[in-house]
């Protein structure tokens, strides 16, 4: 099979039948053996209904319905387990991302074998305050954290080998960062193409000003897990032994000045009279804190296992 392209989608009935008419007449153009996924997350409208009989009607496509909201990160989860194509596209379910761009991604893939192409909405049609400007400061921080020259992290329409999708673990909100996570997973040709972006169609968007708070909180987060991820004591631990021989050696220097003192008869105060026992002391308490807690997380890793992320009520 060519393609697997994966949608997830909240709440999008107006837009599912037009948007499925647009790739079929895509895909049958430029006679791609394809499937189409739509993961239905959550949506209280009649989307999961129309999925069902868009699957009735085509046996090209599938999807996955989930019991409630669980998130942009899970659905895409759940459809790239269930892909079959050497190419899978993913895209939004809101028709501001355009069919007609897939050819092109497919043979950026295929012919220039690349792992990963990220689409660039180089032009929006969003609010420039509420969206553009904050969106171009996550990118220029994501860039200068990941180290990755892209312009549009969070593009929804991207392209990527069978093979990257089945080796990336996205969870949390973590689908920001899909190209930083495919990086991370060794795929290393990662490139970008300018996509058209289409002005939103029908019904508003599903996302606040505090995805952008969320974004940072992530990018930190994803950060940190590339630099110490899989060696937590070595943050931890190094702060942690670092604080304690501080605490250590001041502990011992406190106790000393008062032997000194008490040894040659000078005015002297309890030790525990002594603001800076009680900073030194700390400072002990605190590095076996921080020390413990990379021996953990270090147990954790040797532990861990997969978890179920969320329930889905029906597949079709």
């Known amino acids: 099979m060519d393609l697997s392209i994966v949608i997830p989608l909240l709440n999008e009935s107006e837009s599912l039948k037009e948007l499925h008419r647009w790739i079929r007449e895509v895909m049958h153009k430029h006679g791609f053996e394809y499937e189409i996924i739509f993961i239905n997350d959550g949506s209280t409208d009649k989307s999961w209904e129309i999925i069902k009989t868009l699957s009735s009607e085509f046996d090209t496509v599938k999807g996955i319905n989930f019991k409630t909201n669980y998130g942009k990160s899970q659905a895409l989860h759940a459809g790239f387990l269930e892909t079959k194509g050497d190419v899978v596209i993913t895209m939004d379910a809101d028709l501001q991302d355009n069919p007609e761009e897939i050819p092109e991604l497919y043979d950026l893939i295929v012919r220039e074998d690349y792992d990963l192409i990220s689409g660039w909405k180089k032009k929006r049609y969003d609010s420039v305050i ?65 996509v058209q972006h289409q002005a939103r169609k029908y019904g508003k968007t599903k996302f606040g000003a505090e995805r952008f708070i969320n974004g940072f909180l992530d990018l930190v987060t994803l950060w940190f897990f590339s630099k110490f991820g899989k060696r937590p004591m070595h943050f931890f631990g190094a702060i942690g032994v670092l604080m304690f021989f501080i605490g250590f050696l001041s502990a011992i220097w406190i106790g000393a000045s008062k032997l000194y003192k008490l040894w040659n008869g000078l005015p002297n105060i309890l030790v525990v009279d002594n603001p800076w026992f009680y900073i030194a002391l700390s400072a002990m308490i605190i590095g076996v804190q921080m020390f413990l807690a990379g021996f953990l997380g270090e147990l954790f890793l040797k532990t861990k296992h997969q978890q179920k992320r969320y329930l889905i009520s029906e597949k079709i």
């Not at 969106?135 to 991207?158: E, I, M, P, Q, V």
């Not at 996205?170 to 996570?181: D, K, T």
């Open 130 to 194: 509420f969206k553009n400007l904050p969106s171009k400061l996550f990118n220029k921080a994501a860039r200068w954290t990941s180290g990755l020259k892209l312009h549009d992290f969070n593009c929804g329409l991207k392209a990527y080998k069978n093979v990257v999708v089945k080796h990336i673990d996205v969870n949390g909100e973590m689908h920001r960062y899909i190209p930083v996570l495919a990086k991370q997973a060794g795929f290393t040709k990662i490139g970008e193409k300018v």
